[in-house]
C-alpha cells in the first residue's frame, strides 16, 4: 500500500521517517561504504523476510528527514561513505518523506540504493514514484521469494529481484559479484545489530538464538 505524495507534502518544511534502524558506516548493504537507513512497516509481507518486525507501520521510531540528512552528513566526514542505502520494511510505503531525504542525499553528490518489495512497473505508475526514482542511482525491486535465493550477486535476496541502474554510478557488474555476507556491528552504548543477505542473516539468527 503505497503512501500518496503531493506537492504540499514535499514543500513544508520538515517530514518525518518512521524508522526501525540505521547504521553510520555498512559495507554489507551495497557497493563501497554507505550509511543504511531501515524503515519501519512493510504491507507486503514476503514470506522468509528476514525483517518481519519491521512490518507493522507503528514500530520503530518517528527520525525527522533532516535529522537524518545531518547524521548522513556526520558519517561522511567520519567514515568517508559513498552513498546512502535506503531499505526496511518498505520505502515505498513512506513515499514522501523517503523522496525527500533521498533527493537531499543526491543534492550532496551522494549515492543512492533503494531496496523495494514494489516492482519497478509498480513504482512508476503510482503517484509519486517517478519523483522518487529521480534521486536514485540504482533500484533493487521485486518481492522476496524464498524458494529462490540468490546465489551470484551480492546484496540481492532472491534471483527474481531485479537491478534497475537509473545512473552509471553502480552499473559495473563486478559490484554486484561475489558471496553474500552478513554484518554484524556493536554500538558504543552495547546494542547489536545483525543486516546483510536475508538467508545468512536468519541461518545467524538461528545459530545465536540456539547458544543462548
Given at each position: 500500500m503505497f503512501v500518496q505524495q503531493n506537492r504540499t507534502a514535499l514543500?513544508?518544511?520538515e517530514l518525518s521517517l518512521q524508522v526501525a534502524g540505521r547504521v553510520a558506516v555498512?559495507?554489507?548493504e551495497g557497493p563501497y561504504r554507505r550509511f543504511a537507513v531501515w524503515v519501519q512497516g512493510c504491507t507486503l509481507a514476503c514470506p522468509g523476510c528476514c525483517n518481519p518486525e519491521m512490518w507493522s507501520s507503528?514500530?520503530?521510531q518517528q527520525v525527522a528527514v533532516s535529522e537524518l540528512v545531518a547524521e548522513v552528513e556526520q558519517a561522511r566526514v567520519e567514515h568517508q561513505i559513498e552513498g546512502v542505502t535506503v531499505l526496511g520494511g518498505e520505502p515505498c510505503e513512506q513515499l514522501p518523506a523517503v523522496t525527500k531525504f533521498v533527493h537531499a542525499i543526491k543534492s550532496r553528490g551522494l549515492g543512492v540504493i533503494v531496496f523495494s518489495g514494489y516492482r519497478?512497473?509498480?513504482i512508476v505508475s503510482h503517484t509519486g514514484g517517478r519523483e522518487l526514482l529521480a534521486a536514485v542511482d540504482t533500484l533493487v525491486d521485486g518481492r522476496y521469494v524464498r524458494d529462490q535465493p540468490e546465489r551470484g550477486r551480492r546484496?540481492?535476496?532472491s534471483r527474481n529481484q531485479t537491478l534497475h541502474h537509473r545512473t552509471p554510478?553502480?552499473?559495473e557488474p563486478s559490484l554486484w559479484r561475489?558471496?553474500?555476507q552478513v554484518e554484524v556491528q556493536i554500538?558504543?552504548?552495547g546494542t547489536i545489530s545483525v543486516h546483510g543477505a536475508p538467508a545468512l542473516t536468519r541461518q545467524f539468527l538461528r545459530r545465536i538464538r540456539e547458544r543462548s
Open positions: 514543500d513544508i518544511d555498512t559495507v554489507a507503528t514500530g520503530g519497478h512497473s509498480e546484496f540481492i535476496g554510478r553502480y552499473d561475489g558471496p553474500a554500538s558504543s552504548t
